[in-house]
């Protein structure tokens, strides 16, 4: 088991940067890949960012890709989504999401491969 939670959330200006943080614990000897997801009101939870266990691979959706960077301190068992030009339509719940890992470059952004979640951070940009 692993416990994910994340931080970092808040009120930003439309154009403003925010870093969000997710902290492991519990079975962190065990290898992840991680995602970040978004879930705005009415809307499907979708994927925003993904990193493989070793950091070397990532993929991002297109609606980030550019804006957003995803990386990870193993050592500090810790994954980070750096967002920066940050859009009102980027308004949402963001929840860390764990994906055991068999080897160094698996990488997923498919929900249903997730078994661990965070209890997620509120984003809100003001236009």
């Known amino acids: 088991q692993v416990q994910l939670v994340e931080s970092g959330g808040g009120l930003v200006q439309a154009g403003g940067s925010l870093r969000l943080s997710c902290a492991a614990s519990?079975?962190?000897?065990?290898?992840?890949?991680m995602g970040w997801f978004r879930q705005a009101p009415g809307k499907e939870r979708e994927f925003v960012a993904a990193i493989s266990w070793s950091g070397d691979y990532t993929r991002y959706a297109d609606s980030v890709k550019g804006r957003f960077t995803i990386s990870r301190d193993n050592a500090k068992s810790t994954v980070y989504l750096q967002m920066n030009s940050l859009k009102p339509e980027d308004t949402a719940v963001y929840y860390c999401a764990a994906a055991r890992a068999f080897y160094r470059a698996y990488l997923t952004y498919a929900p249903r491969d997730f078994g661990y979640w965070g209890q997620g951070t509120q984003v809100t940009v003001s236009s």
């Open positions: 519990g079975r962190t000897d065990i290898n992840y890949a």
